[in-house]
Nanobody, 125 residues
Framework: QVQLVESGGGLVQPGGSLRLSCAAS????????IGWFRQAPGKEREAVAC???????VYADSVKGRFTVSRDNDQDTAFLDLSSLKPEDTAVYYC???????????????????WGQGTQVTVSS
């Protein structure tokens, strides 16, 4: 059974930082892409960053230079480091994995089959 469990969200002031973690189980983590997505109230789910099994990375333009995605295949865990946070980054953040291998730069929510429960990130003073 595939499981993805996010952690690390919270309340942070503008300009602050957070590290989100995604613990994976039930599949061959090192052979699959991992995606990070977010959904703000009243908005559609959007891609934040995706990392392929070969470590190719794609970022949304809105987070380039501020967010960093990484993975530890020994621990079956993915990370999303958020820095220089802005109020518009407030959202529920999800990690996701596909059922089949994807092209390295595939980062649309529709391509991902398994999702975590999400972790809330709130950026506010």
């Amino acid at each position: 059974q595939v499981q993805l469990v996010e952690s690390g969200g919270g309340l942070v002031q503008p300009g602050g930082s957070l590290r989100l973690s995604c613990a994976a189980s039930g599949f061959s983590f090192d052979f699959h892409s991992i995606g990070w997505f977010r959904q703000a109230p009243g908005k559609e789910r959007e891609a934040v960053a995706c990392m392929s099994a070969t470590s190719e990375i794609v970022y949304a333009d809105s987070v380039k230079g501020r967010f960093t995605v990484s993975r530890d295949n020994d621990q079956d865990t993915a990370f999303l480091d958020l820095s220089s946070l802005k109020p518009e980054d407030t959202a529920v953040y999800y990690c996701a994995a596909p059922d089949v291998p994807l092209l390295p730069r595939e980062c649309s929510p529709e391509a991902y089959d398994y999702w975590g429960q999400g972790t809330q990130v709130t950026v506010s003073s």
